[in-house]
């Protein structure tokens, strides 16, 4: 078992920034692709970013491209989302999902999933 632990979020406002953090272990985190969904309220849950397990390639959904930045640091078993320029309709859960399969946008392909971080982008 892998075991994920998000932190970081919290109310911005729009325009402003966050970075989110997710912390694993329990499993060779260097293994694994990474990537990060959100849901809001009602919503189904949405692919956000995703990075190789050895941070060599990142994927995007359009709505976040330019503004959201995945990273990852496996000497410290963790991966990152910096978040800029944060709209109103970011606001979600957010969750941190590792895969040890192929990279994917799609969460039955992620494995492991951490408990979640709420984002709240005031207007």
């Known amino acids: 078992q892998m075991q994920l632990v998000e932190s970081g979020g919290g109310l911005v406002q729009a325009g402003g920034s966050l970075r989110l953090s997710c912390a694993a272990s329990g499993h060779t985190f260097s293994r694994y692709n990474m990537g990060w969904f959100r849901q809001a309220p009602g919503e189904e849950r949405e692919f956000v970013a995703a990075?190789?397990?050895?941070?060599?390639?990142?994927y995007y959904a359009d709505s976040v491209k330019g503004r959201f930045t995945i990273s990852r640091d496996n000497a410290k078993n963790t991966v990152y989302l910096q978040m800029n320029s944060l709209k109103p309709e970011d606001t979600a859960v957010y969750y941190c999902a590792g895969s040890g399969g192929y990279y994917s946008r799609q969460s039955y392909d992620y494995n492991y999933w951490g408990q979640g971080t709420q984002v709240t982008v005031s207007s």
């Open positions: 990075i190789t397990w050895r941070g060599g390639a990142t």
